[in-house]
Nanobody
Framework: QVQLVESGGGLVQAGGSMRLSCAASGSTVSNYAMGWFRQAPGKEREFVAT????????YYSESVKGRFTISRDNAENTVYLQMNSLKPEDTAVYYC????????????????WGQGTQVTVSS
């Protein structure tokens, strides 16, 4: 079992920045990928970014590319999402998750999920 706890959400004005954290505990995640997803009210959960734990490879959705950066700290078993130039359309609950296999942008590829943290961007 893997436990994931997100933190760092809140309210920010458009154009501002915010950093989310996701702390993993339980079974080791050092050999697996981590991802961030988000879900806005009335919408499906969508892929945001992913990072492979051991290879540092990263992928982003087109909507956040160039504005968001995913990173991780192996020693702290933590993954981060730095969000810059935030827009009102970035408002959503953000989730981190662990992926063992499958497509990096598919919800079904992720086995464990955190409880989510709310990010609200005001215009």
């Amino acid at each position: 079992q893997v436990q994931l706890v997100e933190s760092g959400g809140g309210l920010v004005q458009a154009g501002g920045s915010m950093r989310l954290s996701c702390a993993a505990s339980g079974s080791t995640v050092s050999n697996y990928a981590m991802g961030w997803f988000r879900q806005a009210p009335g919408k499906e959960r969508e892929f945001v970014a992913t990072i492979r734990w051991s290879e540092y490879s990263t992928y982003y959705s087109e909507s956040v590319k160039g504005r968001f950066t995913i990173s991780r700290d192996n020693a702290e078993n933590t993954v981060y999402l730095q969000m810059n130039s935030l827009k009102p359309e970035d408002t959503a609950v953000y989730y981190c998750a662990v992926r063992y296999s499958g497509a990096y942008n598919a919800v079904s590829s992720y086995a464990y999920w955190g409880q989510g943290t709310q990010v609200t961007v005001s215009s």
